[in-house]
């Protein structure tokens, strides 16, 4: 380089360069490129080794891209994979499991999605079933190991059953639990039969219904029997049909003499029974 520097200040001004000079240039250029050919300068060498560990990091990098990128066939299983394929991976996971000594043994299908069950297993209701598929038909909750009920094979919840097929309580529309009493064609809760006036449980005596509804004995007779045209009580027992009303037989008597009239002759006054005698006695006055 330096030898050529010096040619060319030994050119006069206004002097061609002969073609060997030309000739020169493109050599030293060729020499620079050129695989095989002299010894590029310290910079040179420098700036090539800088390219080429830049070329390095990027093929490096794409390959390891390339690689962190790539999904496996177990991290995403193929939408489109057959049924042939699915068996065929279950197959090589269970003996995977098998050769790490996890027994694989299959305990029956499952009676929810029809598959083999390996693992842990619940029976009930003389079927098989995953833990995670025997859930209550209504909610749909894993039943697990909590009280379930069965209705046409099928299992359910404790408050989804009652909910759904207990019977209803006649007074508060919940249901029945424990125990309960059938009356009036209804069913109720054992507290929630009383009467429907006083609000009183029934003892011994029973009850007495007016439009579907049960009484005691006194609020019964009290609201819905027929009064007495003497006292104005109710009429519990028998009773005298006399001058369109109805008496107690004690109460059927004489208005002035207060004698019993009954199965005697009287006379009506004011919508009350008079004996013969008292009339005359009037009569007189």
Not at 9 to 32: C, D, F, M, Y
Not at 98 to 114: D, F, H, I, L, P
Not at 122 to 130: C, E
Not at 190 to 213: L, P, R
């Amino acid at each position: 380089m330096d030898s050529l520097l010096d040619e060319l200040s030994a050119v006069p001004n206004g002097q061609k360069s002969t073609p060997r000079h030309l000739t020169t240039t493109i050599t030293i250029q060729e020499t620079r490129t050129r695989e095989g050919g002299p010894v590029a300068s310290t910079a040179t060498r420098e700036l090539d080794d800088l390219m080429a560990s830049l070329s390095d990091f990027k093929i490096n990098a794409s390959t390891h891209q390339h690689q962190t990128v790539t999904d496996s066939p177990y991290a995403k299983p193929n939408k489109a994979s057959s049924k042939n394929q699915l068996d065929s991976m279950l197959g090589n996971l269970q003996a995977d499991m098998s050769r790490q000594g996890v027994n694989t043994t299959q305990k029956g299908c499952c009676n929810a999605c029809e598959k083999p069950i390996v693992g842990q297993v619940i029976t009930a209701l003389g079927k098989t079933w995953h833990p995670e598929h025997f859930t209550c038909k209504h909610c749909n909750q894993e039943l697990g190991t909590r009280n379930f009920f069965e209705r046409d094979g099928a299992p359910y919840c404790e408050p989804d059953y009652h909910n759904l097929f207990s019977p209803r309580c006649a007074y508060c529309n919940g249901a029945i639990l424990d125990k309960c009493v059938t009356a009036l064609d209804k069913t109720w809760h054992t507290e929630h039969f009383f009467c429907a006036q006083c609000g009183k449980q029934f003892g011994d005596e029973g009850f007495h219904e007016k439009d579907g509804k049960p009484y005691c004995k006194d609020d019964y007779f009290d609201m819905f029997a027929p009064k007495c045209g003497g006292c104005s009580r109710a009429i519990m027992e028998n009773y005298i049909s006399a001058l369109n009303t109805q008496w107690h037989p004690d109460c059927f008597v004489c208005r002035d003499c207060k004698n019993a009239v009954a199965g005697k002759s009287f006379y009506a006054m004011e919508g009350k029974p008079v004996c013969p005698k008292c009339v005359g006695v009037e009569d007189d006055e």
